[in-house]
């Protein structure tokens, strides 16, 4: 059942292939900021990032007024209700990782989408089961108090007025709202916050007002966290688990703690890149996969030739085999992180590998040391300030509006982050990522994730700022992201919109942009034993490049609707 919500879920990459068509996006270089930029996946979300900026914030500071305000203004992927990670990188060097994933309640259990001996996918995609503790809360405010500048009150104003006096919507928004209108009708509050009273289609312009919203924002402003996790929100919270017959309790909230943690650090030529750590799965998969590839004559093979392609994607299919098996929350299960990105244990990877043909997945399982699990509605911003400090944000409510329940009175949609887990392992999830035992659910536990929020240094300073929505192809987009200007060079926009390539060990196929290789590559490819499976959009890259002057330029990903503001 869930290998056809797989193939649904690019059905419906199809369709939002329709809609980002006509989005007056900007899809041109920005280029040479030199006092700060933004870049995000809406417009609002990055003017308010950037006026933050200029009302003296730091990079931490427009970072927490961007994920308040994609609360309001991109409801399907942006939240308060969800989680997400945070790397940051300062101007004198010191880094960090939040990790402000949600957690499965303390009633969680293992079988709990097993009925009658049978698993229910549904039940961890749709509804109030599928929702996880949110950590967006925790984790804003922690950053906040470890490294801004400005108070919590003052970055959260502008969210609240976008809430509270409404904006307009773009042609995608509302589009994303229309085509989610029979399941938010499931729900009675969804479909108020939501869908037309009546009961026509939103359009491109009108003006969509969260009055419940922004007074939830208000009580954070004023109370912090206590705003959200105690008191009138978190009732409201408890209430509908009660309604629903939900698993979130009070302790639930009250005891979600987000996490400060190392991000794991790669070496690539000149490079480091400093990305998520478990339970992000992206800093494994991309330390593996650069240590697979390292060896070969990238440059010389060409940009998205079929050489290159074939190994750079026989080396993602060996490093998502690993993810499914190895990667799990670090706090319920021993990741060999080290092992994992270890330069003898890639070389033993790829040992099998042939320039000529495909090594099956079905021939290959992880490898021996001592899945596909994710939404394409995850959304991914980067900062930087005039002082040199970085920050990259992604953050999600896994599917598109996450569980599409909403909390009453309070304004928001909770997450529907429990299908990350395997949730019955070897099963795949809605990505068609089949998750293992280390994977699996426990109360407390966080479920892995694909979010690859990422920052790269050279010489010491801060080179790009990267990371992408787009389910399992956060990672393999990321990495592109990171590839086409470190081997060949490539300008922001050229490195940011040029066809990418995706490869997740199961199923068995080698995906690509459907704008994407020239068919004399393909037939190549397929000459060498790859199923090719064109689709709209390898992740969507809203990422920052440091030119050698030290300003700031951005590619923005034609595949979405992307937007930067910079100064
Ligand atoms: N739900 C998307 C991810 O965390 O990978």
Known sequence: MKVTRFFSTLLSLLLFSFITTDIKAQVF???????????????????????????????????????????V??????????????????????????????????????????????FKSDLSWEGILAVGVPGTVDGMIKALERYGKLPLDLVLQPAIKLA????????????????????????????????????????????FVQEDLANTL??????????????????AIVNEMERYRGLITYNDLYNYESQWRDPVEVEFKDYTLHIMSPPSSGSIAIAQILNMINDHPLEEMGHNSADYVHLVSEAMRRAFADRSYYLGDPDFVNVPVSELISEEYNDTRMENFSTDTVTSSASLSHGEIAGFVESDETTHFSVVDSEGNAVAVTTTLNGSFGSHVSVSGAGFLLNNEMDDFSAQPGEPNAYGLIGAEANAIEPGKRMLSSMT????????????????????????ATLQSFLNRAVFDMRPQQSTAFPRFHHQWLPDMLFIDDFGLSPDTQNLLQEKGHSIFPMPGIGRAHNIYVEPDGSYSSGVDPRGDGYAAGH
């Open 218 to 235: 208000e009580r954070i402003a004023r109370f912090g966290r206590e705003g959200f996790y105690a008191g009138p929100v978190a009732d």
């Open 29 to 71: 270089e920005s280029k040479n900021f030199k006092n700060g930029l933004v870049v995000t996946a809406d417009k609002y979300a990055s003017e308010i990032g950037n006026e933050i900026l200029m009302q003296g914030g730091n990079a931490v500071d427009a970072a927490v007024a961007v994920q308040f305000a994609l609360a």
């Open 453 to 476: 929020p990422t920052i790269v240094t050279k010489n010491n300073r801060v080179d790009m700022v990267l990371g992408a929505a787009g389910g399992p192809r956060i990672i393999t």
């Open 164 to 207: 509270r006096e409404g904006y307009k919507l773009s042609y995608s928004h509302a589009e994303s709202l229309n085509n989610h209108k029979d399941t938010f009708k499931k729900y009675q509050v969804s479909a108020e916050y939501f869908t037309k009273k009546d009961d026509t289609e939103f359009k491109e312009g009108d003006l």
């Open 73 to 118: 203004t991109l409801p399907r992927a942006g939240n308060i209700g969800g989680g997400g990670f945070m790397v940051i990188r300062l101007a004198d060097g010191e880094t960090a990782a939040l990790d402000f994933r949600e957690k499965a309640p303390e009633k969680a259990t293992r079988d709990m989408y097993v009925r009658n001996g049978e």
